[in-house]
């Protein structure tokens, strides 16, 4: 008969007979570096915003799964995630993000391609024999956008951008395309991303982690729903409480990293970034309805005060989770069945995208 630590963590678990991931899947560097194929170059990654890539020329360089990427607006209009990386030897075509660019120039020695990444020219090119200019094309990424956010997928069998987010739009009490960026704010952790991850998929740590944050959220009636491939925690606001006044605080998680906390008027993401295996950086960014920010400076530096703090306590409370992995003492744990589905939802796909890379399928 099998123990639970013979039985392989990959193997599906239903979720009221569910465990956690093991200990060794937030400390083993040799799995960190896999995850980048097996979770983050077969995802949809959160990277811009619509507004910084409006006009032609205008470009963001980021980078996805170790991949260096260019996104830009061409001229005719077409939004593009070029590879950021030369086929002459690898150089960058930009370093840094922008507008106004007209042609891409490689800062290495000059090859120049068009904004559809093309090769069109380069210093002496002509002396090098047989190099087809027109079969000399960046690779490309796929770059779509939805509610004003630019996701990016390496993989061309990645599933539709439109599967990772279905459903979400009816939930919204208004589009979110128009939100306005007011700021970005990025929290190194020292804990594995899927820590972070975990954490921010339950409320039940909620009144005894972050009582600032209790106190504005009714916990009772906290509740998850899961679909395929994201899952939602959603709680009413009271009115009375809340900076926002009456609604719904809704919080998706989306399929690997991305988080969207979405209040009356306000959206916040979180990007996790894995920068080790026992270390992630979590970007912020606050976008807000057109004239809020005008009109309830005072509320919406009251919600960024509380933000902050419960981040803090977020980070922290990860933090020891992680040394605690790292000690050895851990076996994994129960999962809980009503207040932890969000992180049972998680750790099944993340569960399934270690099985798809161990059989190299999906
Ligand atoms: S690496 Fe780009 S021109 Fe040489
Ligand atoms: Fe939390």
Not at 127 to 141: F, H, K, N, S
Request: hydrophobic letters at 35%; glycine letters at 8%.
């Amino acid at each position: 008969m099998s123990t639970l630590s013979t039985i392989d963590w990959r193997t599906p678990q239903t979720l009221v007979q569910a465990h956690g991931l093991p200990a060794t899947c937030y400390t083993d560097a040799g799995l960190a570096a896999q995850e980048r194929a097996a979770v983050f170059a077969r995802s949809w990654q959160f990277v811009a915003h619509a507004a910084q890539l409006s006009q032609p020329g205008d470009h963001v360089v980021t980078e996805v799964a170790g991949t260096p990427l260019l996104l830009l607006r061409d001229d005719s209009g077409v939004l593009r995630a070029l590879h950021n990386v030369c086929r002459h030897r690898g150089g960058p075509l930009a370093i840094a993000s922008g507008s106004g660019l007209r042609q891409l120039r490689c800062q290495y020695h000059g090859w120049t391609y068009d904004l559809q990444g093309c090769l069109r020219s380069g210093p002496e090119l002509d002396a090098i024999e047989g190099l087809d200019r027109a079969q000399t094309r960046l690779p490309q990424a796929r770059a779509e956008i939805w509610q004003g956010l630019v996701f990016v997928a390496l993989d061309p069998a990645t599933p539709a951008l439109s599967e990772l987010v279905a459903g979400i739009d009816g939930r919204l009490a208004e589009p979110l395309d128009d939100y306005v960026f007011q700021r970005r704010i990025s929290y190194p952790a020292a804990c594995n991303w899927k820590a972070y991850v975990d954490n921010y998929l339950e409320g039940y740590h909620v009144p005894h982690i972050h009582p600032e944050l209790n106190r504005l959220l009714d916990y009772r009636s906290y509740r998850t729903e899961c679909e395929p491939w994201h899952s939602l925690q959603w709680s009413p606001l009271d009115n009375d409480a809340s900076f926002y006044g009456s609604g719904t605080a809704l919080y998706y998680f989306l399929w690997p990293n991305t988080m969207l906390n979405i209040l009356p008027g306000r959206l916040q993401t979180n990007r996790i970034v894995p920068t080790g295996v026992d270390s992630c950086r979590i970007d912020f960014e606050y976008y807000y309805r057109p004239g809020l920010l005008e009109a309830h400076a005072d509320r919406i530096t009251q919600d960024q005060e509380l933000a902050e703090i419960t981040q803090q306590q977020d980070v922290d409370i990860c933090e020891r989770v992680q040394r605690a992995f790292a000690s050895g003492s851990y076996t994994v744990g129960r999962v809980h069945p009503t207040r932890e589905q969000g992180v049972h939802h998680f750790q099944e796909l993340y569960r399934a995208a270690s099985r798809a890379a161990e059989t190299g399928k999906g």
